[in-house]
C-alpha cells in the first residue's frame, strides 16, 4: 500500500488563518462542465457589507469536472487565482480542494439545475 500525506506549510501569522475561511462564491453549470470556486471571508463580507451577492468578490480558487465526452472518463481541473506571495490565503484556497470536488460531483450526480445548486451552496462556508 502506498500513503499520501499532504502537508501545507503555511509561512505568515496562523491567527490570521484561524479567523479566515472561504466560502463558495462561483458555480456555473452546462452541458459538459461543472464548476464550483471559492473566495476568502474578507473579500465575500467586503462585497456583501456593500449590498452585492459575494459572487463579485476575487475567486480564488475554482474546480471543474469536465465530460470529454466519453461517457465513463471525466477530467478534474484546478485553478487558482491567488499570488503565490499570498501564503496564508493559497493555503488557506488549497485546503478545500477536495470538498470543492466533492460539491462539484454532487451536483452532477444530483443532476442539480443552476439555480438549486446556488441555493443549496451559494455562500456555504467551509473550513
Not at 63 to 92: H, Q, T
Not at 97 to 119: G, N, V
Given at each position: 500500500m502506498c500513503f499520501l500525506k499532504i502537508c501545507i506549510v503555511v509561512r505568515g501569522n496562523l491567527d490570521n488563518l484561524k479567523k479566515m475561511h472561504t466560502v463558495i462564491?462561483?458555480?456555473?453549470?452546462?452541458?459538459?462542465?461543472?464548476t464550483v470556486g471559492i473566495t476568502d471571508?474578507?473579500?465575500?463580507?467586503?462585497?456583501?457589507e456593500e449590498g452585492m451577492s459575494g459572487a463579485d468578490a476575487r475567486t480564488m480558487l475554482w474546480v471543474s469536472i469536465i465530460?470529454?465526452?466519453a461517457?465513463?472518463?471525466?477530467?478534474?481541473?484546478?485553478?487558482?487565482?491567488c499570488a503565490r506571495s499570498e501564503k496564508i490565503l493559497r493555503s488557506l484556497a488549497i485546503s478545500v480542494i477536495e470538498i470543492l470536488?466533492?460539491?462539484?460531483?454532487?451536483?452532477k450526480e444530483q443532476q442539480f439545475t443552476s439555480e438549486q445548486a446556488k441555493k443549496l451552496y451559494f455562500g456555504k462556508i467551509l473550513y
Amino acid at each position: 500500500m502506498c500513503f499520501l500525506k499532504i502537508c501545507i506549510v503555511v509561512r505568515g501569522n496562523l491567527d490570521n488563518l484561524k479567523k479566515m475561511h472561504t466560502v463558495i462564491n462561483y458555480i456555473w453549470i452546462d452541458e459538459t462542465e461543472i464548476t464550483v470556486g471559492i473566495t476568502d471571508s474578507e473579500r465575500w463580507q467586503w462585497d456583501t457589507e456593500e449590498g452585492m451577492s459575494g459572487a463579485d468578490a476575487r475567486t480564488m480558487l475554482w474546480v471543474s469536472i469536465i465530460d470529454n465526452g466519453a461517457g465513463y472518463a471525466y477530467s478534474e481541473k484546478v485553478n487558482i487565482f491567488c499570488a503565490r506571495s499570498e501564503k496564508i490565503l493559497r493555503s488557506l484556497a488549497i485546503s478545500v480542494i477536495e470538498i470543492l470536488f466533492d460539491i462539484a460531483w454532487d451536483i452532477k450526480e444530483q443532476q442539480f439545475t443552476s439555480e438549486q445548486a446556488k441555493k443549496l451552496y451559494f455562500g456555504k462556508i467551509l473550513y
